[in-house]
């Protein structure tokens, strides 16, 4: 036997050390190798622009060149108060898939001359235009035509926005992938929420909110700090990237517009900075009439019609009908400055004047960081497809990226749906939607003079920085002040629903008679996920301004429907949707007059948008198949010999094959001497309930340890229906057991987390017995709730209705009552001695030794590892000569009996007399008390089981 158990080792390190080495050369072999440096050119070039086309501009510029030229050509564009420097990664990455790669600084950033015009058709898109042209004119660059290169453009936000205009204007363009940008700048600026004729909430599409907006103070306040100061020459402005699947490490700076938090720096200033001619030192270096119309809603909080109209002449809505080109449109869930309203209004758009159009959501944005390296993957793949005519078509598919609250590594957990296609270029009826019964009552809503306290909802740009790329920081500490909103919740969700866009809400909006009121109200929708707890997030950290116009002061309602902020979340089963209507908000200019509205349901309702999908599954490297297979087939043979191992050891004594649990000489040692278990013999046979009892430190839990096969003995065995116990061994799924805790999955429900574990077993449906574990829980409709939610006492439940799933033969239970209330202790008591009645096991590991006396039928006593008693609870309890006596006369009780021989330890409590008789018969106690004229009214034994352990583990009852 020796020499077989060191051959079985032998074979068993062998296969451990193949294996060990296959999986050192796969990660070898998988290893990337440091890429070759891209080739690159630094360029300056001069365009013309301006209305007359008389204004000399210098364009800071970068060409990336590919290993293999004449080659499609890509530009890329940065975000507002970025350059060239910022986008040195994508254009690098684009390089290396084989793209010439030109970036460069506009006009008013970086090293480039001239001053910002906000991306205007006749200043930036002009200058763009040319740099197509000189791209033509480049060798290196694949030609359509003479003068007309195969080029692609893509970039984040400002430069995103650059990339529509441009295709809407060049028809050269060949394919774009504009990132987390805008259509119609005046409602991404100035939005309003609401429609007060019935219809859907209006969209940049269909116009901007013009004038009636709600302006975005404190975005459009960090757009025109960034651009006041001498413009940034450095490429570090950025900040870090968007939670992927699969992707831990997700902190690298990048250009997609994350610069706007950067403060302004540079080696060199831009010419005429403050100068005379170049307008006043305080429009730094924006055109005049940029600069004034920021003045004008900054101090105003209103838009006139001619700023609404240079907004839009700077907008990708004033062109984009004549895009045909194909277009990814990759918008982010986590931006409170271009919301996924606008990315929608794009694709429209787009999809209406005839263009392929794909749309990607991402878990970032403005709010939650850039595209990570998948999806600036994506991005070379659709330049790949339209331009080289290279890779699989990525089609017109929709996906969308739904962020967990589970982190690994400091990284959020996401994983991405995947639908057939884009379900809002058909219109809102083309949108699935749900809808849950809100309800609350009327409220007042009061707008303080100046808007003042203001309500908080997140930090604009800065959100997603300080929380690790999620918001969590916006999301998590969003603030309304009381009195200053109105709110209106749904029932707690019966299972998870998954939003996927923009809800909506019908209200009725009326000023208070008497109250101050200038006839409008302006107000701020949030959309909140409010957890059992009560605990809110704000769902996206976004929130839909709305002015109601119209108010009569004779108290008459405005009805409006709010659309409320585009966003992707997962809203868990047990969880609320709470709608909150406040009056001020820190990040918009809201009203300044003091007021008092009433804001009550118009219905009594909330539409909440869903797009079902499938889940998508990342690809599996192709180099890296052989090397698994490799490690697979070592895998498999380790298994094998494994096998072989078991079942050459797997003895089985025939005799008691009708005993659930024999262990005989149980010894378990630790290295440094320390001996848990110490020559433990004992039998358990059908039908009992056997409490296995012991202080802490008796070896208990190691005992059970053993016997589960999760802890190897150092001698002895453990036999189970006369199978030697081991780890693996077969025998061992007739045992259910619940031992140091439960290792629920919190984010599913109670059900989902029970035939996840029975689906492990690789055992059939049929044979769990679910809704006879559930009812032994007694969970009730709690098992649909996540288990998350749970109190200690309902984990306990559902933990031990795991055990008993399949209704196994034996069952082991470590200290089950812990956190359970008397009734379900009493519920428990009466579970475990049915199933015994059975014909079936149990053993029950417990502090509770006035419930063990209660449950079980037998017991085993432990103490420092060894076995001190063992047999019936009645038994155990009866040993001794202690004794009671309920008595008339207890003083003269104490007295008869202390002068009997061998008798000790006699006290008196109430009318109740207790002594300890030895081997004195307590008939003979009783006649003694009768002679000293003591009348008895009842006699009996003393001991409980809890006297009885504590006498055998040898310490005193305190009485």
């Known amino acids: 036997m020796p020499a077989l158990r060191s051959r079985n080792r ?27 440096p891209i080739a690159t050119r630094a360029v300056l070039l001069d365009v013309v622009d301006g209305p007359q086309r008389t204004e000399q501009v210098q364009i800071d510029a970068t060409l990336y060149l590919p290993e ?16 060239k420097n910022s986008v040195t990664t994508e254009a690098t990455e684009l390089a290396r898939r084989g793209f010439v790669v030109l970036a460069y600084s506009a006009r008013g950033f970086g090293r480039s001359t001239g001053q910002i015009a906000l991306n205007s058709r006749d200043y930036e898109v002009a200058d763009a235009e040319q740099l197509v042209s000189w791209l033509s004119r480049q060798p290196e660059v694949a030609l359509d035509a003479p003068g007309d290169p195969k080029v692609g453009v893509t970039g984040g936000s400002y430069g995103g926005a650059l990339s529509l205009m441009l295709a809407g204007v060049d028809r050269r363009v060949d394919a774009i992938a504009p990132v987390i940008t805008w259509n119609d700048l005046s409602q991404a600026l100035l939005p309003n929420a609401a429609s007060q004729d019935g219809a859907a909430a209006a969209t940049p599409a269909g116009g901007g909110s013009g004038g009636n907006g709600v302006f975005k103070r404190a975005w459009a306040g960090m757009f025109f700090s960034s651009g006041l100061g001498p413009a940034s020459t450095s490429g570090d402005g950025g900040g870090p990237e968007a939670p992927e699947p699969g992707v831990p490490d997700q902190s690298r700076p990048t ?111 403005h709010d939650g960081g850039s595209p990570g390296p998948l999806l600036r993957g994506q991005i070379a793949d659709w330049f790949s497809f339209h331009l080289a005519g290279t890779g699989e078509d990525p089609g017109t598919g929709f996906s969308y990226a ?74 998590g500490l969003a603030i309304d002040i009381p009195g200053q909103s109105a709110s209106f919740a749904t029932q707690p969700l019966e299972q998870q629903v998954l939003l996927a866009g923009s809800a909506s809400v019908r209200l009725k909006v009326r000023s208070v008679p008497g109250q101050p009121g200038n006839g409008e109200a302006v107000l701020f929708g ?46 868990e089963a047990g969880h609320r949707l709470q709608v909150v209507f406040a009056t001020t908000d820190q990040s918009f200019a809201g009203a300044s007059e003091p007021a008092t509205h009433l804001v009550e349901l118009a219905e009594p309702t909330l539409s909440v948008p869903v797009v079902p999908g499938s889940r998508s599954t990342s690809p599996v490297p192709t180099g890296a198949l052989l090397g698994i297979g490799g490690v697979l087939a070592v895998a498999v043979v380790a298994a094998i010999v494994a096998r072989l191992r078991r079942r050459h050891a797997d003895d089985v004594d025939e005799s008691l094959v009708d005993t659930p649990l024999v262990i005989s000489g149980l010894r378990k040692e630790y290295k440094g001497g320390l001996t848990a278990v110490d020559g433990l013999s004992f039998t358990v046979a059908r039908g009992q309930v056997l409490g296995l009892l012991g202080p802490n430190g008796a070896g208990k839990t190691t005992t059970l340890r053993m016997l589960m096969g999760l802890v190897q003995p150092t001698d002895g065995e453990i036999r189970v229906f006369g199978h030697r116990v081991r780890s693996g061994a077969p ?13 629920f999955l919190p984010h599913l429900s109670g059900t989902a987390n029970l035939r996840l574990y029975w689906a492990a077993t690789g055992r059939p449906a049929e044979e769990a017995r679910f809704d006879e574990a559930l009812e032994i829980a007694g969970l009730g409709k709690a098992v649909r709730r996540r288990v998350g939610t749970y109190s200690q006492g309902m984990r306990q439940r559902l933990a031990i209705a795991q055990a008993m799933l399949g209704l196994p033969d034996l069952l082991v239970l470590d200290e089950p009552a812990n956190g359970l209330d008397p009734p379900q202790i009493h519920q428990m008591r009466d579970v475990l001695r049915r199933y ?17 006396e209660q449950t079980c039928s037998h017991v085993v006593v432990m103490h420092r590892g060894r076995l001190v008693a063992a047999g019936e609870v009645a038994e ?3 040993g001794g000569g202690a004794a009671s006596f309920r008595v008339d006369r207890p003083s003269t009780a104490v007295n008869a009996l202390r002068a009997l021989e061998g008798v000790t330890s006699v006290t008196a409590e109430g009318d109740v007399v207790s002594a300890e008789l030895g081997g004195l018969p307590r008939a003979v106690a009783v006649a003694a008390l009768v002679r000293a004229d003591v009348a008895v009214e009842q006699a009996g034994p003393r001991r409980r089981l809890e006297d009885a352990f504590l006498q055998l583990v040898g310490e005193e009852s305190v009485q």
């Open 876 to 878: 155990i309890v009866a």
């Open 68 to 83: 293999t030229t004449p080659a499609p050509a890509v530009v890329v564009a940065h975000g507002f108060g970025g350059n």
């Open 731 to 743: 025998v061992l799924s007739r045992i259910g057991s619940f031992v140091e805790g439960s290792g």
């Open 402 to 475: 739904v962020q967990g609250a589970f982190r690994s590594n400091g990284t959020a957990s996401v994983r991405e749906v995947v639908a057939p296609g884009y379900p809002g270029l058909h219109g809102q009826n083309a949108v699935q939607r749900e809808r849950f019964a809100l309800t609350g009552p009327a409220q007042p809503v009061i707008n303080p003079a100046g808007g003042n306290p203001a309500a908080v909802s997140g930090f604009p740009g800065l959100s997603g920085r300080i929380g690790g790329g999620s918001s969590a920081l916006g999301t």
């Open 526 to 571: 949030k959309l909140y996920d409010v957890g059992p707890d009560g605990r809110r997030t704000l769902a996206g950290g976004a929130v839909a301004p709305v002015r109601v116009t119209g108010l009569a002061l004779d108290g008459s309602p405005v009805e409006v429907t709010v659309a409320l902020p585009g966003v992707v979340r997962p809203v």
């Open 255 to 365: 250009g997609a517009d994350t610069s706007l938090a950067t403060p302004p720096g540079s080696e060199r200033g831009v010419p005429g900075f403050g100068a005379p001619g170049q307008g006043p030192a305080t429009c730094g270096r924006f055109l005049p009439e940029v600069c004034a119309a920021y003045t004008e809603v900054a101090t105003t909080g209103r838009a006139s019609q001619q700023t609404i109209d240079l907004l839009r002449r700077s907008s990708p809505v004033s062109v984009a009908d004549r895009i045909k080109v194909p277009s990814l449109i990759v918008q982010g869930e986590r931006d409170t400055l271009f919301g996924l309203d606008q990315s929608d209004a794009n694709a429209r758009q787009i999809a209406g004047a005839g263009g392929k159009v794909k749309t990607i959501w991402y878990a970032g944005g």
């Open 836 to 852: 015994a009645a059975t014909g079936r096991t149990v053993v029950v590991s417990s502090h509770l030794l006035a419930e063990v």
């Open 10 to 36: 032998a074979l068993t390190l062998l296969a451990l050390v193949v294996l060990l080495v296959c999986a050192g050369v796969v990660l070898w072999s998988n290893t990337p190798a440091t890429p070759p």
